[in-house]
């Protein structure tokens, strides 16, 4: 599958003396909105040689000035043995206006101080967004809600192996969600089930996910690469479908099994069928959803070489392995970055990977070492 991201363009930076030179591998160019933050990841290696001793990981960076609407602090980053990773978190408050910003980023290694580089940020006229949007962080979607109805977020226990992400009623009630119905030790998640939840004339949406193990690369279903829901429905009056069963429809996004449930009274007014039209058309997922593991690992192992079959690496930590081959994948998280190590292991030789990917979807292949790999 080709991988969706446009390559972040990097520079190379020597500072130092020749004696102790350094190379600074970063991105000197930030193009953004206001309101968002940026990683700007500084990969930093010795001209000649590598770092060593117990400062090998200490580097701390600074800006002798920040333009105001900037606001830059440090995180820690992965990076392999003799090299120093370390992350620049940029954050671009939401009033400041479009235009250049220019300031220096200097860094010290082991309290050298190796001088400064310089970066820019570019903040762009963001796009137009409806006055009554809401924003779902556990679902990464956005919704025009029309007035009087209600939003809740999940994550929402529903029924086993089901939780609400997000959810919308007409009818203005706060933290509804229908969910199971149970009756002594049994209990029933179905259409006619949260139909039945639904009170006279309302209309109910819910984007809910199917967990389950992850799955293997033969059984995943085509992927919805859209981010609205025409796909998946159209306008039309759902008085005629959902009198006795609510809407049930499935679907792939993001490593994620997940379902869209609409719910509509045949008494519904037809006021109430226009704003339930109005919100399924406004609906647009982000275009990443930001932070999640099984998603990243998704886009990390798309840097991986077709030979060794990436789709058979986890998504998550873990083994999967056969009689002649076992690929291993190890995750760590911090600050704004997801680290991933891919392991391919046969006989008695192994051959490995690191990428890392930020909170927007951002990939780097940040080393590679083991053996020589068993393909002509």
Not at 147 to 159: C, K, R, S
Not at 197 to 221: H, N, T, W
Request: some cysteine; overall charge negative.
């Amino acid at each position: 599958m080709e991988n969706p991201w446009t390559p972040i363009e990097t520079v190379v930076a020597q500072m130092g003396s020749d004696e102790d030179m350094i190379n600074v591998r970063y991105r000197n160019r930030i193009v953004t909105e206001a309101g968002q933050t940026r990683n700007n990841i500084l990969y930093v290696n010795k001209v000649d040689g590598s770092f060593t001793g117990s400062g090998m990981t200490s580097m701390r960076l600074y800006s002798p000035k920040t333009p105001s609407g900037l606001e830059l602090f440090q995180a820690s980053g992965g990076g392999l043995i003799g090299q120093i990773v370390s992350v620049l978190v940029i954050e671009i408050v939401r009033d400041v206006g479009p235009g250049q910003y220019d300031f220096e980023i200097g860094i010290e290694v082991d309290n050298k101080d190796y001088g400064t580089i310089p970066c820019t940020v570019e903040v762009v006229e963001a796009a137009i967004t409806d006055i009554g949007s809401y924003h779902s962080e556990e679902g990464d979607l956005t919704v025009s809600l029309p007035d009087g109805w209600a939003a809740v977020e999940g994550p929402e226990y529903l029924a086993k192996p089901f939780d609400g992400q997000v959810a919308f009623n007409s009818w203005g009630q706060a933290n509804f969600w229908a969910s199971e119905i149970r009756s002594g030790n049994s209990s029933t998640y179905s259409p006619g089930t949260v139909i039945s939840q639904i009170p006279e004339g309302g209309a109910y949406v819910a984007l809910v996910r199917i967990y389950g193990p992850p799955r293997m690369p033969d059984d995943a279903p085509p992927e919805y690469t859209l981010n609205d829901l025409s796909g998946l429905i159209q306008r039309h009056d759902w008085r005629e479908d959902s009198g006795t069963y609510a809407y049930f429809k499935e679907f792939y996004k993001w490593g994620r099994d997940l379902r869209l449930e609409v719910a509509c009274r045949p008494d519904a007014s037809d006021n109430t069928i226009a704003e339930l039209n109005d919100l399924l058309e406004s609906w647009r997922f982000d275009l990443v959803p930001a932070g999640d593991v099984e998603w990243a690992g998704i886009q990390a192992h798309k840097l991986l070489p077709e030979e060794v079959e990436p789709l058979k690496f986890s998504n998550r930590a873990g083994r999967r392995g056969d009689d002649v081959v076992d690929r291993v994948t190890e995750v760590e998280t911090g600050g704004n970055l997801i680290i991933f190590r891919f392991m391919y292991q046969w006989d008695n030789s192994s051959h490995w990977w690191t990428v890392e990917v930020s909170s927007v979807g951002e990939t780097t292949l940040t080393g590679e070492g083991g053996d020589p790999l068993p393909f002509n």
